[in-house]
C-alpha cells in the first residue's frame, strides 16, 4: 500500500549541490525510519543516510559534513540536500521507509545522481 516517490536527481559537476525528495503515499505507523541508500554500477546498496520519526539521525563516513537529511513528518516526506558532490556519489539514490519493531521494509524506484568529472 505504502509507495516512496522521489524527485532531485540529475547531472552537477564536481563541487555542486543536489536535493532529494521522496514523498511517502499511505498509511503507515508513527515510529519509523526514513532515509536514503545508494547503488553504484557493479556495486552493493549501501546506507546514505537515516532519520527516524523522533529526528535521530544515521549518516554514512563518506558523506559526512556534506549531506544533510531532514523530514516532515506532517507531510511524510524526507529530504536529502547533498552538498560539495564529487564523483564517487555517482549513483542511482534509493528512498526507503522502515516501520521501528516490524522488519518491514518500502522502497521508492531510484532517482540517477551524476556528478561529472
Known amino acids: 500500500q505504502v509507495q516512496l516517490v522521489e524527485s532531485g536527481g540529475g547531472l552537477v559537476q564536481p563541487g555542486g549541490s543536489l536535493r532529494l525528495s521522496c514523498a511517502a503515499s499511505g498509511s503507515f505507523f508513527r515510529l519509523n525510519v526514513m532515509g536514503w541508500y545508494r547503488q553504484a554500477p557493479g556495486k552493493q546498496r549501501a546506507l546514505v543516510a537515516t532519520?527516524?520519526?523522533?529526528?535521530?539521525?544515521t549518516y554514512a563516513d563518506s558523506v559526512k559534513g556534506r549531506f544533510t537529511i531532514s523530514r516532515d513528518n506532517g507531510k511524510n516526506t524526507v529530504y536529502l540536500q547533498m552538498n560539495s558532490l564529487k564523483p564517487e556519489d555517482t549513483a542511482v539514490y534509493y528512498c526507503?521507509?522502515?516501520?521501528?519493531?516490524?522488519?518491514?521494509?518500502?522502497w521508492g524506484q531510484g532517482t540517477q545522481v551524476t556528478v561529472s568529472a
Open positions: 526507503y521507509l522502515g516501520i521501528i519493531g516490524t522488519g518491514t521494509a518500502y
Open positions: 532519520m527516524s520519526s523522533g529526528g535521530s539521525t
